[in-house]
């Protein structure tokens, strides 16, 4: 979740075609999918908070944004920046720091959302879910609060899978840190630190010199398809990479470490962020890569199939446009008019495979603060899923 430099929407949704995906080589264009169809939409409303729950966003000031006025009564059901799926039809999302930045989201509770969407009602049901905890006390620098409960001025969580013991793995980007909890959100083990790399946020800096923009830690983490590796990806450049690459990293589950093994994955433009990833198979993975624009000034939403075998050896991942967000066929009108559908959200975070040929896709609504959909008033929380004008050729374990 990025708000540093939030564009406001020029107006309401508008139709029409996106920009062609800029690259000049031939064979990467005709490699792309073409054009992805919208085949389901549902919608959370903006304005939907955990019953029973704490007050948040006192640190927001009390002028009124996009027609919401902070403080709010109640823990708010947003910024999903992560998503696992329960293969019973509902889905565990993973809410992010909460408004931000560190510094205004000491009232926000870390918290994983059971949710169940309705295509069919264009409704998305919360089931219920579970605040992020540290009863036996394995974070060693201090917390906000004393009952360990974790908010969003202790981690910055962006991406989640589940293991094959049913307990999460969280990827963090204060740190960054890879954060291990079990199935009611406690904390099972310390958090792992990513050697040689940290962000100013870091509690171990020390005074000592970041090589990592603040908040660019990991924003996407695949699971591998034997569960017995992760792969986190970074959101930012390390200091001394080139421009516009983001390291992927591989960890052993069984070891709890970091393998010898990394790869690269080069932006389209430096100024991109990456939103999240998904294993395909051993060797291929999804990754939503954006820019920063929202509503009419949104140019770039794009899910790319990356190939870490680096086919035509540049050092990087192999990219294959998969679907443009901005460019969605939606011919029986599923998100509004029939036509061009558009997903042109600031912050679109959350990406799952749903069969070889359907990806389910979720934003970030940045609560209160993203406006995309509409100007001067807040992003609901969309869940929508397209169909590939063909198969991935996915390991069948990613899906079923």
Not at 290 to 316: E, F, M, P, S
Request: glycine share 12%; with cysteine.
């Amino acid at each position: 979740m990025k708000r540093i430099a939030i564009l406001t929407c020029a107006g309401a949704l508008t139709l029409g075609l996106a920009a062609a995906p800029a690259t000049a080589d031939p064979e990467r264009a005709s490699a792309s999918f073409g054009q992805a169809t919208l085949t389901g939409f549902a919608s959370l409303p903006a304005l939907t908070f955990v019953p029973g729950s704490e007050p948040s966003g006192s640190l927001l000031g009390t002028a009124p944004v996009n027609g919401v006025t902070p403080p709010f009564t109640g823990q708010p059901v947003q910024g999903f920046s992560g998503i696992a799926r329960r293969h019973d039809g509902t889905y565990d999302v993973l809410s992010d720091n909460g408004f931000g930045n560190k510094a205004n989201s000491s009232d926000f509770l870390l918290r994983v959302h059971r949710i169940k969407p309705d295509f069919r009602a264009k409704s998305v049901q919360v089931l219920g879910g579970f605040n992020l905890t540290d009863p036996r006390g394995l974070v060693t620098w201090p917390l906000t609060r004393q009952d360990r409960t974790l908010t969003g001025a202790d981690f910055d969580v962006e991406s989640i899978v589940r293991s094959t013991d049913g307990t999460y793995w969280i990827g963090d980007e204060f740190g960054p840190f890879l954060l291990h909890f079990d199935q009611k959100g406690r904390l099972l083990d310390a958090p792992v630190a990513l050697p040689g790399v940290q962000a100013p946020e870091n509690p171990a800096l020390n005074g000592g010199q970041p090589n990592l923009a603040g908040s660019k830690g990991f924003e996407g983490m695949a699971r591998g398809v034997d569960g017995r590796r992760l792969y986190p990806l970074l959101e930012g450049t390390v200091s001394g990479d080139p421009a516009g690459t983001l390291r992927m990293y591989e960890f052993d589950l069984r070891k709890r470490a970091y393998t010898d093994k990394r790869w690269t994955y080069k932006l389209e433009d430096p100024a991109h962020a990456i939103g999240d990833a998904i294993a395909v198979d051993e060797n291929r993975f999804l990754i939503i890569e954006r820019d920063n624009g929202q509503g009419d000034a949104a140019k770039v939403k794009r899910i790319y199939l990356a190939d870490k075998r680096d086919k035509d050896r540049d050092g990087t991942l192999d990219k294959t446009l998969v679907a443009d967000l901005l460019n969605i066929a939606d011919p029986r009108g599923l998100g509004g008019d029939p036509g061009t559908f558009r997903f042109p959200f600031q912050t679109i975070e959350d990406v799952i495979i749903l069969d070889d040929r359907t990806l389910g896709v979720l934003d970030d609504n940045n609560f209160p603060f993203s406006n995309g959909r509409t100007a001067g008033k807040p992003d609901d929380n969309e869940f929508i899923t397209v169909r590939l004008t063909r198969g991935l050729k996915a390991d069948p374990r990613v899906y079923r």
